[in-house]
């Protein structure tokens, strides 16, 4: 599950497929246009004081961040009552730039405008086409272009993808298993469509990073584990500022052994198992308690009624599980989590956050945490994923 950028035009010479910049920017450029998006309309002086960088250093990178059209000066918000020189306030172009995102799910895919600061202008979603990989990319690459298309008076940037299943590091294809795709051309074909260079990202990795850049939510956490649980379920590391991506593609939680009786007496084709050869002592691999087909199953087989209430109490004590596993392993600063798995029990968090703190071997007591995207999680995923190689290098991606 690697993360890649498709750069083609102005964005290298060379077109090729690169990783993704999935980090918070520390080049000076990149540390100037993150305090302008955290502090909105601000002076040079106040740029220093918050970046720790000399006057000099801060008014480079103000020049070349208004030549890019990133930034402008606002003259109408000079203090008319400030003594002295007046000094210019500058603020984001929230009226210029702007990047096209798609976030590609298993049964639905979500189309969305953003700015530069990477505030969602409009988006909406649409049911993910049956039928060959290629054809369905194109169809929707062509909705996002339309959708693009309304918005003629920006100038875009960038598109980004984020998708479930594993990116090819030389070709950007995508192999999406729930989708029965092998080498689909995501980002091969989303450029052609749009005429943008394109970036393309498994979805969890993409939602730890708008965690961390789009919301800042790595500012006091040296480390932090990204928990996502929907139809499928995944998990991303975070450390420094930086969602780690291996060379070999994201290791995968679908096996953790979790204790689940009544997901154990369901077979993975479906099948009631029958009684006495259910696997030992309730133990199955995490996946096979997570999503909407797999509670279908354990109700069939287990014949629960429709609220399915002893269901949602395995899967949440399952997930609390895994999750204290791997924490006692990486012990992170913070936990976040995501996804219905998580959202749908009518206690909440609560009964993850039980099984969590009775499965623990740490002796320090470690909160869960909310995505603080809430229902917008993939839209903040397919949107970061459009504009993290601009915020990591801000002059560079668009010279």
Known sequence: MRCYLLAMGRATSNVGVVPAALRVGTSPAAVVFARMRGAGPVTRDRLVTNSELSAATVNRQVHALVE??????????????????????????????????????????????????????????????????????????????????????????????????????????????????????????????????????????????????????????????????????????????????????????????????????VAADGVPVPAGAAQADGIVGLQQVIGTEALRRAATANGVGADAAVLLDQRAGALGEAIATIADVLNPDAVIVAGDAFADHPRGLAPVQAAFDAARHLPHRLELTPTRFGLGVQEAAAVVVALSVIYADPIGSLA
């Open 68 to 265: 890019a059209g990133l930034i402008v000066e606002r003259p109408d918000l000079v203090d008319p009552g400030a003594i002295g020189r007046p000094k210019v306030p500058l603020a984001l172009n929230h009226d210029g730039p702007a990047v096209a995102a798609m976030h590609i799910g298993a049964r639905r895919t979500l189309l969305a405008i953003a700015d530069i600061s990477g505030r969602t202008l409009y988006s909406h979603a649409v049911l993910t086409p049956e039928g060959e990989a290629e054809e369905v990319v194109r169809g929707l690459a062509e909705a996002l272009s339309e959708l693009v298309g309304r918005f003629s008076g920006r100038r875009f940037l960038w598109a980004g993808v984020a998708v479930g299943g594993d990116v090819d590091e030389s070709t950007g294809a995508v192999d999406h298993p729930v989708r029965g795709w092998r080498g689909a051309p995501v980002g091969k074909v989303v450029h052609e469509v749009l005429g943008l260079p394109v970036s393309v990202c498994e979805h969890v990795q993409a939602m730890a990073a708008a965690e961390l850049v789009l919301a800042g939510g790595g500012a006091n956490h040296r480390t932090s584990v990204y928990w996502y649980a929907r139809e499928t379920v995944g998990m991303a590391l975070t450390v420094d500022g930086h969602v780690q991506v291996p060379s070999t593609g994201a290791g995968t939680v679908a096996h953790v052994p979790v204790h689940a009786p009544r997901f154990a007496e």
